[in-house]
């Protein structure tokens, strides 16, 4: 009878999730396992654990039981350590300051997060990270830089060859300007031809986004309309007015536009302007550009 208590299945109604604290006595799990529901006494569960169960310790952490669950897959899964394993995503071309607000917001961790002042943008490596109940956010972010770290010297090592691009740290500029620039993936490697071709020919970058976040303050970032007046303010992020790559990275690009950055498409693209679809219209030529604008503006008067 004792022994089918423990391998039938248990008396849970439903899915739960328990936290077994660090340090725990094998009496206080058996009281923690009652109380949620994964076995109808806390003394059956103490016999099955001196009785049936191996020696293996049980572990703390955070665990998921599924209805029925029997003693001793319980067990089992206590001494296995198997606990809940959780996920934050930061999306790509997030700041600084935006990723750690959403890891302040990411349930189950613990201690502060970092100041943004710790870091610079293009330090953090946005994807999904996984982690455990009581992982510090400090880690998270500790992962994230040795993450950036990692994939900018894989990809640096890999780059083509005869880049306008001195150093890792200007192909994470470049990347972060592309990141802005486009949301569709399979745009990075154009937009990028755009930049290095213009790069190569000496002209100015003239990327919106690098204008905006120049305009940021330390209260926040800029958010009113940009408008042609905006791109005449000198700064040292203006790419309308100062010749070459911005001194730093304007957002933290994903995996997808560092790896763009360094090898972008072969085009002789000069530019591109939006098309009305999420996407951009793409130009060899200042005339071929011009009735490109010209299209997208008719776009933006049909929709007002």
């Excluded at 669950?69 to 067990?75: C, N, P, Q, T, V």
């Excluded at 999904?128 to 972010?141: E, F, N, P, Q």
């Excluded at 790559?245 to 498409?265: D, F, M, R, V, Y």
């Amino acid at each position: 009878m004792l022994h089918r208590a423990y391998t039938d299945p248990g008396p849970l109604s439903a899915d739960t999730n328990l936290v077994i604290p660090s340090g725990a006595s094998g009496r206080a799990i058996a009281q923690a396992l009652t109380q949620a529901g994964v076995s109808a006494d806390e003394r059956l569960v103490q016999l099955s654990i001196r009785l049936f169960a191996d020696k293996t310790p049980l572990r703390a952490g955070e665990y998921a039981f599924p209805a029925g669950i029997s003693l001793r897959d319980a067990i089992g899964k206590l001494q296995s350590g198997e606990v809940v394993v959780r996920r934050v995503t930061f999306a790509e071309g997030l700041s600084t300051r935006e990723i750690l607000a959403t890891l302040s917001r990411a349930e189950g961790l613990r201690g502060p997060v970092p100041e943004a002042s710790e870091f610079s943008e293009g330090e953090l490596l946005p994807e999904t990270y996984h982690y455990s109940l009581g992982d510090s956010r400090a880690d998270i972010v500790a992962r994230m830089k040795s993450a950036m770290d990692a994939a900018v010297e894989r990809l640096w090592a890999d780059r083509d060859k005869d880049l306008p691009l001195k150093t890792p740290q200007e192909a994470v500029v470049l990347a972060s300007i592309i990141e802005r620039e486009t949301a569709v993936p399979e745009e990075r490697a154009r937009v990028a031809s755009v930049f290095i071709n213009r790069l190569n020919r000496g002209m100015r970058l003239q990327s919106d986004p690098t204008v905006v976040f120049g305009m940021g303050t330390e209260d926040g970032p800029f958010t009113g309309r940009l408008l042609r007046r905006h791109l005449e303010i000198d700064h040292p992020h203006n790419t309308y007015t100062r010749d070459g790559l911005p001194p730093s990275p304007i957002a933290n690009p994903g995996l997808e536009s560092i790896a763009a950055a360094l090898k972008p498409a072969a085009t002789k693209y000069f530019y591109f302007v939006a098309d009305g679809s999420g996407g951009h219209a793409f130009a060899r030529t200042l005339a071929e550009h011009n009735r490109n604008v010209r299209k997208w503006r008719q776009i933006q008067r049909r929709a007002q």
